[in-house]
Every structure is written in C-alpha cells, then in structure tokens.
C-alpha cells in the first residue's frame, strides 16, 4: 500500500486496519488508511514520525520499504492476492475462535470461504 497506493481503491472493499491482528502492524494500517484518505497519497515519513519509541520505528521503516519486486502483472496480483488472503483469514480466524453467535459464526465461515476464493485483479477498466 505504500509504494502502491492505488491499491487502496481496489482494496477497500476487502480488507481493513482492523484485519491487521498484530498491534504495530494494526497501528500503522489505521494511519496509512487515514492518511489515504485524508490526503490521496501516502508520506511514510510522517507516519514514521508517529512512532516514539526506536524499535518501533525501525519496525515500521522495514515495512514500509518492503517492496515486491515483479516485473510481470500476473504474479504482482497473485503475490498482492496471497498477502491480502494471509492477513484477512488471520483476522477471520481469530474472530471465529472468540465468537459465541452461532448466526454471526455462519457469517464468518462464509466470509472465509469468499476470502479462500479471492483474486485480486489490478486490472482497471
């Protein structure tokens, strides 16, 4: 999302902050999409500038120059589809073990077989 923010459009429907179960990885998906969609475009830096504490911002840094590095279309959507799968089934899983509502548990078992069937097309048109 950072070096790519036009992924945020084809994303929005799919996948949140709140997906993202691991807390630091939680807190910068709530400021990139915020600063997304405040501004239409991403300054890592000032999201950077957030973090206080050196082991964070070293943590944040790694992420946000981890890049994929594909020259071919195809396997860009399939590495994008592969992330996008691994995080939002971890958040599934994760409410599927705390949930005790049996029809919000059907909701979520359904959302997981959606998310096992995902392809990302970053076909525009």
Do not use: W
């Not at 929005?12 to 969609?37: G, M, N, R, T």
């Not at 071919?72 to 409410?95: G, M, N, P, R, Y």
């Amino acid at each position: 999302l950072v070096n790519e923010p036009h992924l945020f459009s084809v994303l929005k429907d799919i996948i949140s902050p709140d997906d993202f179960i691991d807390e630091l990885s939680h807190k910068v998906a709530l400021l990139l999409y915020e600063q997304y969609e405040r501004e239409q475009k991403i300054m890592p830096q000032l999201i950077l500038n957030q973090f206080m504490d050196m082991e964070e911002q070293n943590e944040v840094a790694i992420l946000f120059h981890t890049t994929l590095s594909l020259s071919e279309e195809e396997q860009k959507e399939k590495a994008i589809t592969d992330i996008v799968k691994k995080v939002k089934l971890a958040s599934l899983d994760k409410q599927l073990n705390e949930i005790t509502d049996m029809s919000k548990f059907q909701e979520l078992v359904k959302k997981r077989k959606e998310i096992e069937q995902l392809h990302i097309s970053l076909v525009t048109g």
